[in-house]
């Protein structure tokens, strides 16, 4: 009797200690909740080069689609001044802008859209950014200003600014003159270099501009009749 409480006790012992470990190696593969939590919401701070370039794919088509859009715009803003519609030329060439703002043609189509609606502000600012864009459309543009200026029956006065023996002389002062007004420009006679500025309609106009240049560049024009 004595013998059989033994062995009963033995295999008592010998079964809790098997499920002491069964239960110490289960234990073992458990993640605590706190670090789960850190696994799963833990980003690395940076971009790997691989991260770095699935995101450029990714944003490329978008700048793809960008740039059509664009073209479509600038086209449609062509479509526009060809049939005379001058504002809706200019919205058209100012949305596409607003998506690519150093789009050289559209700010050129829009230059030669102010000068058609006689915006010479409008026209003066897109020149100086063409200048800084692309000098040759830049002259394009001035070239068509004078053109259109020219012919323009409202244009009724003129400011001579210098009459200059020394072709250089002349030239210097133009080319400070045509930075800040579109309708400079140079008319060349056998003796002298007479530098002038365009597209003056009224008295008040041509006062208000003589002022300015004697006031920035410290010369004295005079306003004569265009015709």
Same mark, same amino acid.
């Given at each position: 009797m004595q013998k059989y409480i033994l062995s009963s006790i033995l295999i008592l012992l010998i079964t809790l200690s098997l499920f002491s470990f069964a239960s110490a190696e289960k234990d073992s593969r458990i993640i605590s909740p706190q670090v789960a939590a850190l696994v &799963?919401?833990?980003? %690395? $701070?940076? @971009?790997t080069p691989e991260t770095a370039g699935i995101k450029e794919e990714i944003n490329e088509p978008d700048t793809v689609m960008e740039q059509d859009d664009a073209s $479509? #715009? +600038? $086209? /449609? *803003? &062509?479509?526009?001044? *060809?049939? *005379?519609?001058? =504002?809706?030329? &200019?919205?058209?060439?100012? $949305?596409? /802008?607003? =998506?690519?703002p150093d789009y050289t043609e559209a700010h050129y189509k829009l230059g030669l859209s102010y000068l058609m609606l006689k915006d010479k502000d409008s026209l003066m600012e897109e020149y100086k950014i063409l200048r800084n864009l692309d000098s040759q459309k830049a002259d394009n543009l001035y070239e068509a200003a004078i053109q259109e200026v020219s012919s323009d029956a409202d244009s009724k006065y003129i400011i001579? &600014? *210098?009459?200059?023996? =020394? %072709? @250089? !002389?002349? !030239?210097? =002062? +133009?080319?400070? #003159?045509k930075a800040e007004y579109m309708y400079a420009y140079i008319e060349r006679e056998p003796r002298f270099n007479k530098v002038r500025i365009l597209g003056i309609k009224t008295k008040e106009e041509g006062a208000l501009i003589i002022k300015e240049i004697n006031n920035t560049f410290r010369l004295e024009p005079f306003l004569l009749n265009a015709h």
């Open positions: &799963v919401t833990t980003k %690395p $701070d940076t @971009d $479509d #715009l +600038f $086209d /449609l *803003g &062509v479509a526009y001044s *060809g049939k *005379g519609m001058y =504002i809706e030329a &200019v919205a058209a060439y100012k $949305d596409a /802008l607003e =998506i690519k001579q &600014v *210098g009459a200059y023996k =020394i %072709p @250089d !002389n002349a !030239n210097k =002062i +133009f080319e400070k #003159l």
